[in-house]
């Protein structure tokens, strides 16, 4: 091959990571982030659109993260009193504010809607069949992959569970969901091309393991010869 046939193919390839790295976005996303998000009002939230309310969920979410963890507060004790000081603020709000010609509060009428509920139930059903129906093909021993992922992932989230109480993981989930999309958004261009470098050594390291260690693993003949009676 002479030198301006490889700088030309050099450059035909360079070209063509460009262009891949330019389409590639993180998870796939073919929308912008918001409305990859769903848009709407959840969307404006963890975009911090509305900063007021994106601010009180994650000044709340400390608050209660504090009260538990670090003050040794405990749940029901914490759902009871913030039902007394409710409570007590509107009925003496509702009863006093004749005296200082004020209006009693209007109390909304909150009535969940049906379809609302059934999506919600619908949607936690699809969730917890594809559970079992990943539970039942990895238990099934069909798929050594498979399981060997489940195991894998279980022990690292047994890991960290470890390390952290449960609330505490939840407040730190809860915390990377109000600022990760924001700062996503922000530094869109170089996210995308570390987690394009990320997904070719990822690729790379999965070749190498499938090659020595996963196709050296033997097939289970008891498997099919239970199949079989």
Same mark, same amino acid.
């Given at each position: 091959?002479?030198?301006?046939?490889?700088?030309?193919?050099?450059?035909?390839?360079?070209?063509?990571?460009?262009?891949?790295?330019?389409?590639?976005?993180?998870?796939?996303?073919?929308?912008?982030?918001?409305?990859?998000?769903?848009?709407?009002?959840?969307?404006? &939230? #963890?975009?911090?659109?509305?900063?007021? =309310?994106? /601010?009180?969920?994650?000044?709340?979410? !400390?608050?209660?993260?504090? +009260? $538990?963890?670090?003050?040794?507060?405990?749940?029901?004790?914490?759902?009871?009193?913030?039902?007394?000081?409710?409570?007590?603020?509107?009925?003496?709000?509702?009863?006093?504010?004749?005296?200082?010609?004020?209006?009693?509060?209007?109390?909304?009428?909150?009535?969940?809607?049906?379809?609302?509920?059934?999506?919600?139930?619908?949607?936690?059903?699809?969730?917890?069949?594809?559970?079992?129906?990943?539970?039942?093909?990895?238990?099934?021993?069909?798929?050594?992959?498979?399981?060997?992922?489940? &195991? #894998?992932?279980?022990?690292?989230?047994? =890991?960290? /569970?470890?390390?952290?109480?449960?609330? !505490?993981?939840?407040?730190? +989930? $809860?915390?990377?969901?109000?600022?990760?999309?924001?700062?996503?958004?922000?530094?869109?261009?170089?996210?995308?091309?570390?987690?394009?470098?990320?997904?070719?050594?990822?690729?790379?390291?999965?070749?190498?393991?499938?090659?020595?260690?996963?196709?050296?693993?033997?097939?289970?003949?008891?498997?099919?010869?239970?199949?079989?009676?």
């Amino acid at each position: 091959m002479s030198g301006a046939d490889f700088s030309e193919s050099s450059d035909e390839k360079d070209q063509f990571e460009d262009s891949h790295q330019e389409s590639f976005h993180l998870f796939g996303r073919q929308k912008p982030v918001h409305g990859a998000l769903g848009g709407g009002k959840p969307a404006d &939230i #963890l975009l911090w659109r509305n900063k007021q =309310i994106s /601010g009180a969920l994650l000044a709340g979410a !400390t608050v209660i993260w504090l +009260l $538990f963890e670090r003050i040794g507060y405990h749940l029901i004790p914490f759902i009871c009193h913030s039902l007394i000081l409710s409570l007590t603020t509107l009925f003496m709000w509702s009863n006093l504010s004749s005296f200082f010609n004020k209006s009693p509060y209007n109390f909304p009428e909150i009535v969940l809607p049906e379809d609302l509920c059934m999506n919600v139930a619908l949607l936690l059903r699809d969730r917890f069949n594809k559970a079992f129906g990943v539970f039942r093909g990895v238990a099934s021993g069909k798929d050594v992959k498979k399981f060997l992922y489940a &195991i #894998l992932g279980l022990w690292i989230i047994s =890991i960290v /569970g470890s390390w952290f109480e449960f609330l !505490t993981i939840l407040y730190i +989930l $809860f915390v990377m969901l109000l600022t990760m999309p924001l700062l996503y958004e922000k530094h869109e261009d170089q996210v995308d091309a570390y987690a394009l470098k990320a997904k070719a050594k990822l690729k790379r390291q999965y070749s190498t393991l499938d090659e020595k260690v996963i196709k050296k693993i033997p097939n289970i003949p008891f498997v099919s010869d239970n199949k079989q009676h």
